[in-house]
């Protein structure tokens, strides 16, 4: 052993953090010495055996960690001594450390750990390479080990000895070296700023040895790993500059770009391409590094693609360098889609076996292959699980594509979707080797590098998803996501792919992650989908490409869903395909794809796995909940309860037996329910009845052995699952009401049993429940819901099920304080009461309802406080309810209360209640009885007047009802509030109020409501309109947003506003009439101008009712506005008189959705127009009257010219 100071030992490996899979490598003997480099395992076995001649006798085993401190002690009495005895002794004192147990983790502190590191540090001067490159494997070993972070002061330290080292040692330390300065740098990047300019500069450090051209690939490697590390972020703390990030990013970038050296094997290539997946993974993370440049992405995701693919048994794609955005696949002409595609799933299994034999002869067409795939998938879930194939039939036909497959796993694939579980990837678990022993342990251990690398660049793709917009993500749509093939043409690499090839289940669950994160959020750019009629064009349209890449996916995720046999791969796969179902059009595409969707989906209902039951059912909740109510969906839902689910598997559900159905609590008033329900089929439907006995029935045996959620001794299904199912009664309530109220009262006694329950998450989803069967049955009732009669729940039917609810459920819960989100969840359902329910509900029953929600209003919950609100403002437009005065009262006084809270969700509610309690006051001086406007309180009306001036100023969430209410409540002043004192001001003060809100550049929404509430304020005739200070304001702030506003919409209601005035007095003097006058003619002549495409739909309505406008005017007007008319008249006559032409004849062509009036009503305004300015008096022979008189004559001679046959048909008819 006279040679060991001289040798060095290597340490290698470190924890996944760190750097997974570190392996060792051979190493060339060190300068100088005589033996080969001794490995830790062998002196290890030197020092056991006590064979060290000048060394001690060995110590008893010491205790926990009383090892490192003794041996601390030990190095912190040394001093530096460059004598051959104190290298020898500090050789071994390191080894000591290194080969010091820490496995049982904690028991060290991180602070005592890094002054060792200093101390070993200063003890080893940088000429001696061996024990440099010792106290580099002691630095690498004890942070990876312990896991600690250095502190910032001994990290200074260590990263100058670090950096020197490299500097000064020989080449053959700078492994040991990189591996130290990587696990220093590990969560310290921030702290390293003033080394950057040495590590990554111009010719710094990292550079260098990770160049390409380097001679030692591990040394590269590790260089690369030093990177990542130093782009690896610490939440709270600063990040890399932007000139270092993107020098970091180019390096990783270059290195995934560039195949391997002819000296670098297959391992060290596979973790140097982990490496730097992993620090662009954590630029884009943590360092939230921007991806702006179209070139910088696009080399990105070419070599993410690639990358993806990497060491895939049977593929090796060649990918450009860049891969730029395109709304169109690569190859045009693409084939119309057959309709005979999408009725294959009813083709007879004698046509599934001659395609078999027929396989092996013709092309793979697009036609053949979407029939095999839809015959294997139904065969396979025919059965239920995946079973092996019988040895008889060796040759089934292929599922998917043309590409060959790894030896592994080819059996499967060649059998396509067909139920195989004989091949070795079936059989193996989701470990991480993912392989069988008998690939061979060096083909194994490559096999699992290799699916490392494809895991980290579907990773790093993953994190790319979320860094950069949707809209620029799918302009490269057609790279990731597959498409349907061409005629004769292999079927294109996508992420599909893997899901369908790949030999390890975590991959396979890696790419749907990633297949799921495009999908997410898709439903704008998929909407453009189109393919309900055949295409027979020379050109592709975007709209059918889109629509087949839809299909494909279906079609691949089926196949898929069919043949896969792990557990958390099954799950993703179940996600994928509800993100695809939520997000794709439905409407616009060919039937079949949802059905085959809920055949296939049937079968894992009952799966052993509750994570795939609670998949599955999220799956059926997407099914229901995409633009429903889908046709297709309404039949799947009317099938039969046996409709594939009578499989005896225990992975199917037994639904299709009587008896189970015996065990739900149907309660006395079931039979009554079934009596009274509108008519409808007899057979019940299956998913209703699925998700009911989820919710409230005993759990299966079959099921609960896997089921790790459910709690110990529960006799019901685990929460997620009966969540689940609650949440899918709910989507059904919702888009499909005409099923779920066969139902009702069964539903009924779900909501109750859900809310005798401990555990608040099936409270709230049960009360969401209630909530969505009571809006269903308030748009039942709607006078245009377009339901008969017949149809609807009958009302004492209604009226006995929120009796029900009212008797124990929601009392409850309103009084549940404990849980404010239940309580608020409560109160929404109570504001979903059918109101003629409500009116026929018990006295009690009412006040109950009126006593908990405005006792709730003092809730210091501002979920509970917005929430009544709410309901309040929902209960005051009951017609049963908004003539009583002292109800409105107590509700006005709680709304007002509400509009003073700190929460802008409380006040925001508030408002709105408040707008709905003023309509109620405008409604309520229509009827006969004037007893409510005399008995409504003087005083309350001035303090919502106030209220509602200061809500004007909030945000504009509270501002856009606050205006509302303001107009309503300026409409509803008697002569007797507005003659006192008092309200003289606050009347001013919400004019002004009004015309600010006009004026500014708030929300559209809020301008529009203003502009409504000032036509309403001009309806009532005891305000002083056309005398008081405030009325050329008003006229002035609606003239200037009818001639300049961006949204026509608020141009449109200013329009209306001013043509509200009945008297030529209320429009003010000759000046202001004439400013109305013209800026009308401005608003119409500039009625086309706009640069925004979404307003040319209303330029139509606009002109309408500008023109009522002008002709309203022009049936005021007085002698003295005569001469200002015909002055515009002459200027812009004829285009004024084109568009009241439009305006006469748009009624009866149809193309105006905005006209308020009938043709014949319109023409008749005009005629009152003529009529009232030949009345005026004049003096004889006046020549603005006469001009006016010419103008308006000239426009109905035409008009009467143009339509006379159709308007002389429609007077008669009239007559």
Partial sequence: ?????????????????????????????????????????????????????????????????????????????????????????????????ISENYSEGGGVAPEDVSA?????????????????????????????????????????????????????????????????????????????????PDLLGKSGLLMKLSDLAHSDPEVRRVAVHCM????????????????????????????????????????????????????????????????????????LLAVLKKAMFHGLPGLNIEMPMVLYPTP??????????????????ARPTESKKKKHKVKAKKAQQEEDKEEESSSEVEAATARGRVRVCEESRPSCSRGIGSLPVDPSRAVAREQGSLPSASSSWKRVSSSESDYSDAEGGMQSKMRSYQAKVRQGALACFLSTIKSIEKKVLYGYWSAFVPDTPELGSPQSVSLMTLTLKDPSPKTRACALQVLSAILEGSKQFLSVAEDTNDHKRAFTPFSVTIASSI??????????????????????????LANLVSNAPYNRLKLSLLTKVWDHIKPYIRHKDVNVRVSSLTLLGAVVSTHAPLPEVQLLLRQPCSSGLGNSDSATP?????????????????????????????????????????????????????????????????????????????????????????????????????????????????????EELGTGLIQQYKPDS??????????????????????????????????????????????????????????????????????????????????????????????????????????????????????????????????????????????PDPSFQEEFSGLLLLKMLQSAIAASKDKDKVKSNAVRALGNLLHFLQPCHIGKPRFAEIIEESIQALISTVLNEAAMKVRWNACYAMGNVFKNPALPLGTAPWTSQAYKALTSVVTSCKNFKVRIRSAAALSVPGERARYGALEQYSQIWNSLVTALQKSEDTTDFLEFKYCASLRTHICQALTHLLSLATASDLPCIRDTLELSGDMVQSYILQFLKSGAEGDDAGAAHSPQEREQSVRVALKHIHSVQTLAGDPAKRAIEGFLEEILTVYCDSSGSQVALLRSSNQ
């Fill in 654 to 770: 037994h639904l299709s037996t009587p008896d189970l159905w015996k065990k739900v609590p149907a309660g006395p008033s079931l039979e009554e329910a079934s009596l009274g329900s509108p008519k409808g089929s007899s057979e019940p439907c299956w998913l209703i009845r699925l998700c009911i006995s989820t919710v409230v029935l005993p759990r299966e045996d079959s099921c609960s052995g896997s089921d790790a959620g459910s709690a110990t001794g529960s006799t019901y299904e685990p929460s997620p699952m009966r969540l689940e199912a609650l949440q899918v009664l709910a989507h059904l309530a919702r888009g499909y009401f005409s099923v779920a109220q066969l139902y009702l009262m069964e539903l009924g006694e779900v909501i109750c049993t859900c809310m005798g329950e401990v555990n608040p998450s099936i409270q709230l989803h049960g009360m969401k429940l209630l």
């Fill in 228 to 299: 990542a590390n130093l782009c690896l972020s610490v939440p709270g703390q600063p990040y890399l500059e932007e000139s270092y990030q993107n020098i970091c990013f180019q390096a990783f970038l270059t290195i995934l770009q560039s195949p391997k050296s002819s000296d670098m094997d297959d391992i060290t290539f596979c973790m140097l391409l982990q490496n730097a997946l992993k620090g662009i993974q954590s630029l884009l993370n943590g360092g939230k590094m921007k991806l702006t440049q179209t070139d910088q992405l696009g080399a």
């Fill in 1 to 97: 052993l006279s040679s060991l100071p001289q040798s060095g030992f290597s340490i290698y490996g470190a924890f996944p953090e760190r750097e997974r899979g570190a392996r060792p490598r051979p190493r060339p003997r060190c300068p100088g010495s005589t033996s080969p480099r001794l490995s830790l395992g062998n002196m290890a076995a030197v020092q056991v055996a006590g064979s060290l001649p000048c060394g001690p006798p060995r110590e008893p085993p010491p205790a926990r960690h009383h090892g490192f401190r003794r041996l601390s002690a030990r190095l912190r009495a040394l001093r530096p001594d460059d004598s051959s005895s104190s290298r020898t002794e500090i050789h071994l004192l390191f080894d000591q450390l």
């Fill in 328 to 345: 169109l696949p690569q190859y045009d002409g693409r084939t119309p889609v057959k309709p005979q595609m999408e009725s294959s799933a």
């Fill in 116 to 196: 060792l590191l200093v101390q070993a540090c200063q003890l080893v001067p940088l000429n001696q390479n061996h024990l440099v490159s010792k106290v580099c494997q002691l630095i690498h070993h004890l942070l990876n080990r312990l896991q600690v972070v250095v502190d910032e002061q001994n990290l200074d330290f260590l990263l100058a000895y670090t950096i020197s080292a490299i500097q000064q040692c020989s080449s053959w330390t700078h492994m040991e070296i990189l591996q130290a300065l990587a696990a220093l740098v590990y969560c310290n990047g921030s702290k390293c700023q003033k080394y950057l």
């Fill in 786 to 927: 377009g339901t008969a009669p017949d149809q609807r729940i009958p009302i004492h039917l209604v009226v006995m099920f929120w009796t029900v609810m009212l008797n124990g459920p929601l009392p409850r819960a309103l009084q549940s304080s404990e849980h404010p989100t239940l309580q608020a969840s409560a109160c929404d359902a109570l504001s979903s009461i059918l109101p003629e329910a409500f009116s026929s509900l018990t006295n009690d029953k009412q006040m109950l309802c009126i006593t908990m929600l405005l006792g709730l209003n003092d809730s210091k919950n501002h979920l509970v406080k917005a929430a009544t609100s709410r309901a309040l403002g929902v209960y005051v437009l009951f017609p049963c309810l908004r003539q009583d005065v002292i109800f409105v009262a107590d509700t006005a006084n709680a709304i007002l209360m509400s509009l003073q809270d700190n929460s802008l969700n409380v006040r925001a509610k508030a408002a709105w209640s408040l707008g709905n309690l003023t309509d109620t006051l405008i409604v309520n001086m229509d009827t």
């Fill in 551 to 576: 299909r494909e996916l279906h079609r691949c995720l089926l196949l898929a869903l069919v043949a896969e046999s792990s557990s958390q791969t099954l799950t993703q796969i179940i996600k994928c």
